[in-house]
T-cell receptor
Framework: DAGVIQSPRHEVTEMGQEVTLRCKPI?????LFWYRQTMMRGLELLIY????????DSGMPEDRFSAKMPNASFSTLKIQPSEPRDSAVYFC??????????????FGEGSRLTVL | GNSVTQMEGPVTLSEEAFLTINCTYT??????LFWYVQYPGEGLQLLLK?????DKGSNKGFEATYRKETTSFHLEKGSVQVSDSAVYFC??????????FGKGTSLLVTP
């Protein structure tokens, strides 16, 4: 079975450019999470969705960040304009709800972003 | 608020040594507790979990016991292997979905 699929795996861009990260959750999972990982701050929850609806975006650093989930099989995290301090690994994770939930999140392999 | 504090690494051990990685938490209510592992170049994956006080989670020789009185969930393994080299994250969830992670502890096991 396919796991959580993220693209691109690596992105190098220049300050000021728009960056779009993509995620395909595991089929049947109705929770989707975006995390950011840096050496300084560790893993931070940015936003999560339930049934394609954003539930909590309090972790989104600022208005330059936005996330969407237009359908159950696709989500994007956009940064516009990007800044060097946005350099990090961005992880997408998904989880089932109801009896399928064990508190376990299923992570993608991450998108490593470098902003020059 | 809910938070997790882990011992800072890196931790370097020889093969077959005993491992302890400390984790303490702050939470309202009765959270579930987790250890996740991240191998180089990969995403995180669940190692073990405990959902209530005094529960012991175990997997692949690793163990952790949910201690409510000390708000701790320390990870232990009796004999580490080179293949255990990874970053280990302690995490909690107060309600079963989104997780709050610690900063991670890097473990390097040498032959």
């Amino acid at each position: 079975d396919a796991g959580v699929i993220q693209s691109p795996r690596h992105e190098v861009t220049e300050m000021g450019q728009e960056v779009t990260l993509r995620c395909k959750p595991i089929s049947g999972h109705d929770y989707l999470f975006w995390y950011r990982q840096t050496m300084m701050r560790g893993l931070e929850l940015l936003i999560y969705f339930n049934n394609n609806v954003p539930i909590d975006d309090s972790g989104m650093p600022e208005d330059r960040f936005s996330a969407k989930m237009p359908n159950a099989s696709f989500s994007t995290l956009k940064i516009q304009p990007s800044e060097p301090r946005d350099s990090a690994v961005y992880f997408c994770a998904s989880s089932p709800s109801g009896t399928g939930n064990t508190g376990e999140l299923f992570f993608g392999e991450g998108s490593r972003l470098t902003v020059l | 608020g809910n938070s997790v504090t882990q011992m800072e690494g890196p931790v370097t051990l020889s093969e077959e040594a005993f491992l302890t990685i400390n984790c303490t938490y702050t939470a309202t209510g009765y959270p579930s507790l987790f250890w996740y592992v991240q191998y180089p170049g990969e995403g995180l994956q669940l190692l073990l979990k405990a959902t209530k006080a005094d529960d012991k989670g175990s997997n692949k020789g690793f163990e952790a016991t949910y201690r409510k009185e000390t708000t701790s969930f320390h990870l232990e393994k009796g004999s580490v292997q080179v293949s255990d080299s990874a970053v280990y994250f302690c995490a909690l969830t107060p309600w079963g979905y989104a997780l709050n992670f610690g900063k991670g502890t890097s473990l390097l096991v040498t032959p």
